[in-house]
């Protein structure tokens, strides 16, 4: 918030302090310039010491298999349906932690931003590890390139192999899941329509989703695929 502020504030007396010498046909003070640009610089540097620290507590989450807190301001909480279950944070809601725990290890935290989709979650293999994770909508991979994610304001999707593995999708004001999720134990929920299946570790469960967009997403990164 406060390198928010001094971002503001220095382009801000800069301008004032130009406009000022413009009327009144002055020339404005060598002291003021120093000024300025030690605003300027200082709010420039602060600002990115205070994103690399942000972002290195996101990292450190993330390694700690923990989703990074959202922040509640102006974002809003749809109805998330998984499987034959509904689901509605309330909207005076102060918590910032994920939303859906699937049990051990397995969160999803679903919302929108500005009426776009945003998802967090952290994706696992048979074997419980984490092979990809997913921040705001950002897929970053840590094992195992065979996976891909696209996504566009409605939707995101996730891929191993070219068999969808996840799907969230808002349709008539509800985030619908469906996917299969493996916790750290290597046990797997998959959610489908109507529909919550469960199965013990060692277990290859069966599932089979119709793709909502084309792949690879590097080359059709939002474009859906036209079913007749």
């Known amino acids: 918030m406060v390198d928010k502020i001094l971002l503001l504030i220095a382009p801000t007396i800069a301008l004032i302090t130009l406009i000022i010498s413009r009327y009144f046909q002055t020339k404005v003070p060598t002291y003021l310039f120093v000024i300025m640009l030690v605003l300027i610089v200082g709010s420039a540097i602060f600002s990115g010491f205070s994103l690399a620290k942000k972002q290195n507590q996101v990292e450190t989450n993330w390694s700690q298999n923990t989703l990074t807190p959202r922040i509640v301001q102006n974002i809003q909480y749809p109805t998330i349906s998984l499987g034959t279950s509904k689901l509605q944070r309330a909207t005076s809601s102060t918590n910032t932690l994920p939303f859906i725990n699937l049990g051990n290890g397995t969160y999803i935290d679903v919302w929108l931003e500005d009426s776009n989709l945003k998802l967090s979650l ?107």
């Open 122 to 228: 952290i994706l696992r293999n048979e074997k419980g590890e984490q092979i990809a994770r997913i921040d705001a909508n950002r897929f970053i991979v840590t094992k195992d390139s065979s996976y891909d994610c696209n996504y566009d304001s409605t939707a995101l999707e996730v891929t191993h192999s070219g068999k969808v593995m996840l799907q969230v999708q808002m349709k008539d004001g509800v985030a619908l899941v469906q996917g299969v999720f493996y916790n750290i134990d290597g046990a797997c929920v998959v959610l489908g329509y109507n529909q919550i299946q469960t199965f013990p570790p060692g277990t290859t469960p069966t599932y089979s989703f119709n793709p909502i967009f084309r792949y690879p997403s590097y080359k059709y990164f939002g474009g859906r695929v036209s079913y007749p």
